[in-house]
């Protein structure tokens, strides 16, 4: 999952650039610096302060150029004009992207946006259809369908020939790719008893942590996004081999639909594996009403005062976070130091945040998510009035971490406020509003791109 979701970070990081202007590779006296100095303008950001143009050159006859001095000289009245041959791009970070193959810098910049707001979008999509399909025909055929289709479309995205390509095949991941997201954590909580379903809610995000470090790996050692991107379907078709052999359909979901055999057969197997004795099942769910259950649709618990009002709450808590917590991961290459090292730190923590959030689960699930969102809103608030970029990095590394506490906590918070019934539906519906926090990051972290204290601002405007 981590592969695909935060995967962009590298498949599509926009490296520094300027302007490519082919007369000057033939003149061996001219270094970078004298190409920056003389032919590339200045301009100003947001906050005043004086950069180079990455978009626009000096227009000027550039055929007749030679290592002279005077003939080299700059003249600040000469007229500016945008990039002509495509641009040169820094490659100590990213040799090859997304970014730089289809040149989405400058006007063309609105489709790097759009290749993460899209997937996002499908995210979106994937909620709302997955979960309603899980509760109909089961946690695993959609868990395996939508494994099978990260697969595919994961291969594919290797292959796309231009950006318009590209960015569909990335709205049919995202839609699978939360589609199996749901149905996992759904078909995990639903595996295990009350005592161990903190356990199976938190674990969930190590295997997360783990599949971050394997990105970092493969980003820092492949900087060619077509093999890149092939590498991410290698794990995906693991998964989906262990699905198919060792991961039984959810027996609580069987009893609740009446598939009594079926459930049974299932904890027998379990039992046996376990060396422990197994009662009855058929003599306790007959006892219980298992076969009157009774069925019904996420808007039928919408009528209900207390459940709308818990939705409502927990589906705000799911757009803030969502929002926090992508647009952090996504722009990490905005802040202050190395990007791989800055990426490390952000995987540390976001693992102390979620032994953290197993141990305050076990208490109350409401305040672990409230306190670590209070500390989150208060980190972002404090950036305000912060002018140093490595304390800038600091803080905002710190509100992932309380985000991480926030967002593992609500992904188990969430399963126990809706019947087994609707419980695939409710965590799809509530996790669909978090989605449209989603959407909003990459635009919002785009819109303020260039600013220099890039993160300075993005984070102000989440907090606002």
Not at 88 to 100: H, L, P, R
Not at 150 to 155: K, P, R
Not at 388 to 404: W, Y
């Amino acid at each position: 999952m981590a592969l695909a979701l935060l995967g962009i970070t590298f498949v599509g990081g926009t490296p520094t650039h300027y302007c490519r202007i082919p007369e000057l590779q033939s003149l061996e006296n001219v270094s970078k610096s004298d190409h920056m100095r003389l032919f590339i303008p200045k301009t100003f950001n947001l906050v005043g302060e004086e950069q180079d143009d990455s978009c626009q050159i000096y227009q000027r006859n550039y055929e007749n150029l030679t290592g002279d001095p005077f003939v080299m000289s700059q003249n600040s009245t000469w007229k500016k004009i945008a990039c002509q041959n495509r641009w040169i791009y820094d490659e100590s970070i990213y040799v090859s992207t997304i970014t730089t193959e289809w040149d989405l810098v400058c006007d063309k910049k609105v489709w790097h946006t759009t290749a993460s707001t899209v997937f996002m979008v499908g995210v979106l999509v994937g909620s709302i259809v997955s979960g309603n399909l899980a509760d109909r025909f089961g946690r695993k055929p959609v868990l395996v369908a939508c494994h099978v289709g990260m697969l595919i479309f994961s291969i594919v995205l290797a292959f796309s020939p231009h950006i318009i390509f590209f960015v569909i095949v990335r709205f049919l991941l995202g839609v699978f790719c939360m589609g199996a997201m749901a149905s996992s954590f759904c078909l995990g909580m639903e595996m295990v008893g009350p005592s161990w379903r903190v356990f199976a809610g938190v674990v969930v995000e190590y295997f997360w942590i783990a599949g971050s470090l394997l990105l970092l790996l493969l980003g820092y050692f492949i900087r060619y996004w077509k093999t890149l991107q092939l590498l991410f379907a290698i794990p995906t078709a693991l998964t989906t081999l262990i699905y198919l052999k060792f991961i039984p359909e959810s027996p609580k979901w069987l009893f609740v639909t009446n598939k009594t055999e079926e459930g049974h057969k299932i904890l027998k197997k379990i039992a046996s594996s376990n060396g422990v004795q197994l009662y009855d099942i058929k003599i306790i769910v007959s006892k219980k009403g298992g076969n009157d259950v009774p069925s019904g649709t996420l808007w039928s618990v919408m009528k209900s005062p207390v459940l709308r009002r818990q939705t409502l709450n927990i589906t705000l808590c799911w757009t803030v976070n969502v929002m926090i917590y992508y647009g952090i991961t996504l722009n990490i290459s905005a802040l202050a130091g190395n990007f791989y090292t800055n990426f490390l730190i952000s995987i540390v923590l976001e693992l102390v945040a979620y032994l953290t959030c197993q141990f305050f689960l076990n208490y109350s699930r409401r305040l672990t998510v409230a306190i670590s969102m209070i500390a989150g809103g208060l980190a972002m608030a404090c950036i305000i009035a912060v002018e140093n970029e490595s304390l800038i990095t600091g803080i905002a590394l710190f509100g992932k971490f309380a985000i991480s506490i926030s967002f593992g906590a609500i992904w188990m918070y969430t399963p126990e406020l809706f019947p087994t019934c609707v419980r695939n539906a409710g965590i799809g519906f509530a996790s669909m509003f978090g989605r449209v926090g989603g959407i909003l990051a990459p635009i919002i972290g785009d819109l303020v791109s260039d600013i220099t204290l890039h993160t300075k601002s993005y984070h102000i405007l989440i907090y606002i």
